[in-house]
Nanobody, 124 residues
């Protein structure tokens, strides 16, 4: 299976926006529930958002609810994470991954097929 590739990270000011993309070739991504996670320096990886394979179910961490939006375009085998009203505490490496489960989940041990991540840095 081909590893997904995250992109769209970079430097943003507090209050700004970024849109991350997670792309993979083949049908692997388009028929899978997908999740976004992040890891800040010195901290454990944490759940950010998840989306069902059809896109009709989404789930967010409380820390990003109302600011981030997860979506997908299965025709393009791509999942997106729109991040608005960014805060310095949103800084970290953002990863996408495919769920092993047949339901949307926030637990990273239920995910595999991880990308290498994309760095997001938010300055105050």
């Amino acid at each position: 299976q081909v590893q997904p590739v995250e992109s769209g990270g970079g430097l943003a000011q507090a209050g700004g926006s970024l849109r991350l993309s997670c792309a993979a070739s083949g049908r692997t991504l388009s028929r899978s529930h997908m999740g976004w996670f992040r890891q800040a320096p010195g901290k454990e990886r944490e759940f950010v958002a998840a989306i069902s394979w059809s896109g009709d179910i989404t789930y967010y961490a409380d820390s990003v609810k109302g600011r981030f939006t997860v979506s997908r375009d299965n025709a393009k085998n791509t999942v997106y994470l729109q991040m608005n009203s960014l805060k310095p505490e949103d800084t970290g490496v953002y990863y996408c991954a495919r769920s092993y489960k047949d339901y949307v989940t926030a637990f990273d041990y239920n995910y595999g097929f991880w990308g290498k991540g994309t760095q997001v840095t938010v300055s105050s």
